[in-house]
């Protein structure tokens, strides 16, 4: 009986010093989900409910009419087929670049130090400054021109033809693929270099290694990978905006710049229904990836 008090008392006491702990907790975590909640969730509740209504002044209920005009506008139609045009080709070469260049510095090749110093270096480097760089680079007068010429190759046009796209893509590319390499890098190294060893002493080839190991134990630093870059796919309307302006041409015209303009002509009904489009979009995108990472991982066990 005095054993089962003596329990009982040791358990209020975890539970009393729990419940402090959650409350000191909460109290540590307030002022980051009052600010959240402020800057990001409210407003974001608010462009939603706009989007269902005439204007921002009478509020008039008009169910999906916007989200019809919306998807009526040529203009809106051609800046979602460019975003998704520009992730579906960005996020693999990414991948596949920041995968390989990551496989190459987990080993021990000449100045991986440096190396892996000079992919960090866009994280920390104002994009706004190196703009002017990829903007001498791509102007018709540029370096690139320049060296074209010098190989009796045309000059070309960057910033006003298709080949625009490509500017920016290798502008993201050269922005994001640093972050994915040390993420990479972090999940090679916590493979043991056991498996390595004991396929070796079976004979097993370097290919059949990469898929039935490395590929098998990166699959959740890569499903994050994705998520992220896709994320940060997105998010490219600055170095477009920096480097093309307000309206740049059409193969880079991105649905951030579609809200930007809705948002200087205060066409607000437009933009909170193209936002919340976009925010429907990820949303399912991200949801697609989780059922099958989901999937992957039943498979495997």
């Known amino acids: 009986m005095k054993k089962r008090f003596i329990r009982h008392d040791v358990a209020m006491k975890i539970k009393k010093r729990m419940r402090k702990d959650s409350a000191i907790a909460w109290i540590f975590l307030a002022p980051s989900a009052v600010g959240f909640a402020l800057f990001y969730l409210i407003p974001f509740v608010m462009g939603v409910f706009y989007s269902f209504v005439d204007n921002a002044v009478d509020r008039h209920f008009v169910g999906l009419e916007n989200y019809s005009e919306l998807l009526a506008s040529g203009s809106f139609r051609k800046a979602a087929f460019n975003t998704f045009y520009f992730s579906a080709v960005g996020v693999p070469i990414s991948l596949a670049l920041s995968l390989g260049l990551a496989l190459l510095l ?3 090749i000449y100045l991986r130090k440096w190396l892996r110093t000079a992919y960090v270096l866009p994280l920390v480097v104002p994009v706004a400054s190196i703009v002017f760089i990829w903007q001498m680079l791509f102007d018709w ?9 010098d190989f009796g190759i045309e000059r ?5 033809t298709e080949a625009a796209r490509y500017v920016i893509i290798v502008v993201y590319l050269w922005k994001n693929i640093g972050y994915n390499v040390i993420l990479f890098l972090a999940g090679l190294q916590q493979i043991p270099k056991d498996y390595y060893e004991t396929a070796q002493v079976e004979g097993v080839g370097r290919l059949r290694q990469f898929g039935s190991i ?8 890569m499903f994050f990978v994705v998520i992220l870059s896709i994320m940060n796919s997105f998010k490219v309307f600055r170095e477009t905006y920096l480097i093309a302006g307000d309206y740049p041409h059409d193969s880079i ?5 579609y809200m930007n303009n809705m948002f200087t002509s205060l066409d607000i009904q437009k933009l ?3 936002a919340t489009l976009m925010v429907v979009c990820i949303l399912l995108i991200v949801a697609g990836l989780f059922a099958l990472e989901r999937r992957y991982r039943q498979f495997m066990e």
């Open 106 to 108: 987990n080993t021990n």
């Open 141 to 149: 007068n540029g370096s690139v021109n320049a060296w074209l010429n």
């Open 156 to 160: 070309v046009d960057w910033m006003k």
């Open 214 to 221: 490395t590929l098998v134990y990166l699959t959740p630093t």
């Open 253 to 257: 015209y991105m649905l951030q710049h």
């Open 272 to 274: 909170t229904a193209a």
